[in-house]
Each structure stands twice: as C-alpha cells, then as structure tokens.
C-alpha cells in the first residue's frame, strides 16, 4: 500500500515561521533605528515658533483680511497695509516662494506708498501655485501675512 504524502501541513508551519522571523526582523531594525524627537536647540526653536505666533496674532487683529490682492487681467499683485500703520515708518519684506521650484523664489523689499498700497508686476510668474509672505514692522511690532495665489497661464 502507498503512503500519499500531503504538503500542506508544512507549508502552513512554514508560513507562521515566515510571518513570526520577518515580524522580528522588522521590530529588532525598527529598536535599532536612532530616533530623537527633540533637537538639540528645542527651547530657541520654541521661542521662535512663539514668535512667529504671536506676529499672526498681532495681523489678525488689525489688519485687512485681504492684504495680499492679485489682479489676473493686469497680472498685478497689490499689498495693501492697514491706513493707520502706512503713515508710520514701514520696514519689511515680501517673498513670493514657489513650493515646486525653489529656483523660482524671490525677495522684496516692502515700500508701501502713503495709503498703504505696493503693487508688484506678476508678468514674469511662472503660473502654478504661489505662497506670498509679507513680514514688516512698524513701531518696534512685527506682523507677518502668509498668502496662496495661483497664477494662470500668460494671456495671449
């Protein structure tokens, strides 16, 4: 009489030895991964990051919600400061930072006119998505407005 041999008891044996080594396997070189959730300068980092808070807080309380406009016919940004801070000494800066190409950013010195307003040509944009960061200061107080435009293809 012959004896059939049948396979499948090992091979589920086999598959719990697989599964259970690989499960090891990946705790033991997850324990061993150097992972420090704190850096070294925490504490200056945090006061920054405060900072960087507090100035939100400080726009968002005096200022216009739109002080970043982009005019799509003219190709034309206009920032526009609150009229009560435009008549003091104004010091600051705007960024236009394109997310994708970092190649494409750049930096603006913030000269409002008396009324407030600076229109920037928009002209030489790459389309696509835009982040516009106006920071300035006025009377030793920082403000900071983030802003996303997305610019269209040039007409034409």
């Not at 960087?52 to 003219?74: E, G, H, K, W």
């Not at 394109?98 to 790459?126: F, V, Y």
Request: net charge positive; with cysteine.
């Amino acid at each position: 009489m012959k004896l059939s041999h049948n396979p499948w008891p090992w091979a589920i044996v086999l598959t719990f030895v697989l599964f259970i080594s690989g499960t090891v396997g990946l705790v033991v070189m997850a324990c061993s991964q150097k992972v420090e959730l704190v850096s070294p300068n925490y504490y200056e980092q945090e006061l920054k990051f405060q900072g960087q808070l507090d100035r939100l807080n400080r726009t968002s309380r005096i200022a216009a919600p739109n002080v970043v406009n982009y005019d799509a016919a003219q190709r034309r940004l206009t920032i526009t400061l609150p009229p009560e801070q435009a008549r003091r000494a104004v010091r600051g800066r705007i960024q236009l930072y394109r997310p994708s190409e970092s190649g494409l950013d750049r930096q603006l010195e913030l000269r409002p006119d008396r009324s407030g307003l600076q229109a920037i040509d928009a002209s030489a944009l790459t389309p696509g998505l835009w982040k516009v960061r106006v920071s300035w200061t006025v009377d030793r107080q920082d403000f900071f407005v983030e802003q996303k435009l997305v610019l269209g293809p040039k007409p034409g």
